[in-house]
């Protein structure tokens, strides 16, 4: 809160990450059909330019997916001003979780490790391009119950970043709080 003001979540600045995230392989997909369309390219020629294009595409294009919904979500601003310090705690992990963030869902793809101090978030490897790991301290964290459709979650609020939140599974945060249940945000 600044000035008696509660802090308004950006909506302009995500929307605009996500007309960025849409419109760059539209616009690509445009400028190949006019290509296309001109003749600029033979037939033959694109033919045998195909393995090629899908060897080198694919791979870009997956990285780009994975920072396009990092950066979509908030992974990226949450990792900014979270950022790992030293390493990931080893008291206790989960691995391959599920967890909401913002307009990205990360089903079954998310690490999560707890210590006394902070918990960690990092994504497994086919996901870490754009994800560096997220790591809270547990005073800049409250906690409060929501509901994603019909399933039970809990929300994970941090103080630096009011704009983002982390979802996660009932049953997960039940685990946290039972291994650090002094630890645990109350809310």
Known sequence: MAGGQAVRPQRGRTMRRVLLVLL?????GMVASVLARSGAFEHAALRELAPL???LGMPLLWLWISWGVA?????HDL????PLQGEIPVAHRWRFQSIQM?????RNSIHVAADSR?????????????NRPICVPWPDITVSPAKVLWLPMVRLHFARVPQHDILIRRSLAAKIRGAFGDAWPVG
Do not use: N
């Not at 913002?102 to 990360?106: D, E, F």
């Not at 902070?118 to 754009?130: D, E, K, N, T, Y």
């Open 118 to 130: 902070r918990i960690c978030f990092w994504p497994m490897v086919l996901f870490r391009a754009g």
């Open 24 to 28: 760059l392989p539209a616009l690509a």
């Open 79 to 82: 990792a900014k001003a979270y």
């Open 102 to 106: 913002g307009l990205s869902s990360y």
């Open 53 to 55: 294009l899908a060897i």
């Open 71 to 75: 950066y979509a979500g908030g992974w």
